[in-house]
């Protein structure tokens, strides 16, 4: 059964601004993607209350030129290695 105090301990990972890539697709009822392997790389635009035990954000897709909403699972921050 679902613990209340589960939802006191959600982590949140990234942050407005943080760029990101699309991991991979998960099932969960609340969320659909008719075409995910077309989402690739996005920035993060803004949080959102979270659903169930984690956070979701809204994330605006370069390649689509999209906003969807997408939970915290199916995103994994990109790093970027600068050269000396």
Same mark, same amino acid.
């Given at each position: ?23 991979? %697709?998960? =099932?969960? +009822?609340? *969320? ?8 690739? $790389?996005?920035?993060? &635009?803004?949080?959102?209350?979270? %659903?169930? =035990?984690? +956070?979701? *954000? ?8 999209? $906003?969807?909403?997408? &939970? ?13």
């Amino acid at each position: 059964m679902d613990d209340s105090k589960d939802y006191n301990h959600v982590v949140t990972l990234f942050k407005i601004g943080d760029l990101v890539k699309f991991v991979g %697709y998960y =099932y969960s +009822p609340d *969320y659909i993607y008719e075409d995910a392997e077309n989402y690739e $790389i996005g920035i993060i &635009v803004d949080t959102m209350p979270r %659903y169930f =035990y984690q +956070p979701a *954000y809204r994330v605006y897709w370069f390649k689509k030129k999209l $906003i969807t909403e997408t &939970v915290q699972e199916y995103l994994e921050l990109v790093i970027i290695k600068k050269e000396d």
